[in-house]
């Protein structure tokens, strides 16, 4: 994959829509530009197009109009597989295989790329030992590991090829609340070390403001405003104001009493 200078934007969504086989548009005319080593969140409600357009970035779905580039290449001109290999991916509910142990699920990209068997041991390790997890949990399988656990090594494994760009489409949305804060806090660790390029999906304005570096408001398929978390607290757009009144930030808040 071409690279680009490092004040170019490494994802970029240029008008694209997204519609179903029926006609039913998703998304449509979004402008959106990801930076290098930032975690760029996309806020909204179920249906307002997060996760169609965190699909567009892998071409897990591919655009009705309009254009993705990932480091100034074309998606649509890109090798899917080298595109997908060159991304680590992490969704709610983890999508490990069942049948192979944390050690295979982990080493699975690595393996394909080729590597050899002592670095792919090393880096297993290193990766477990990243994520907060012990080592000999290496030989379990995913029914014999907790919530958490499965969700440690969901992340591990994207990490497992050191790719650039994280895709995390509501990573921590099942797991209670005191594991999710738990991974949240081990997350912005991570990322304070690492710098991947982060595009993150939510609904949760909460985990927004704390792990975003910029948050992208979606509703009905459309981009509403990008915004530092600083910025949106104080943002004048209606929706973002409704978001804030309805989430709160501060001890008294509506947030803060268990709303969501």
Do not use: C
């Not at 050191?162 to 609340?177: K, Q, R």
């Amino acid at each position: 994959m071409e690279r680009t200078p490092a004040n170019d934007p490494v994802i970029e969504f240029r008008d694209v829509a997204y519609a179903l086989p029926n006609g039913q548009p998703l998304l449509q005319g979004l402008n959106l530009e990801v930076q290098r080593g930032e975690t760029l969140i996309l806020l909204g409600r179920s249906g307002s197009g997060k996760t169609t357009t965190l699909k567009l970035v892998n071409r897990l779905l591919t655009p009705s109009g309009g254009e993705v580039r990932v480091n100034g290449v074309r998606t649509a001109e890109s090798d899917v597989i080298r595109l997908r290999r060159s991304i680590g991916y992490v969704i709610q509910d983890v999508g490990l295989f069942p049948h192979f142990t944390v050690e295979r699920n982990i080493g699975i990209v690595p393996r394909i790329e080729g590597w050899p068997a002592e670095r792919i041991h090393r880096r297993i390790e290193e990766l477990l030992r990243m994520v907060g997890l012990e080592p000999q949990l290496a030989a379990r399988y995913p029914h014999q590991l907790s919530g958490g656990q499965r969700q440690r090594v969901g992340v591990a494994r994207a990490l497992a090829a050191d790719p650039a760009i994280l895709l995390m489409d509501e990573p921590f949305g099942a797991l209670d609340a005191l594991t999710r804060d738990q991974l949240q806090r081990e997350f912005l660790s991570l990322q304070q070390r690492l710098k991947k390029t982060v595009v993150f999906v939510t609904h949760d304005l909460r985990e927004a403001l704390r792990l975003g570096s910029r948050i992208a408001l979606m509703e009905a398929g459309k981009l509403v405003t990008v915004l530092p978390p600083e910025d949106f607290l104080r943002s004048s757009d209606p929706l973002a104001a409704a978001y804030v009144q309805a989430f709160g930030d501060g001890p008294g808040s509506a947030a803060n009493r268990g709303a969501s």
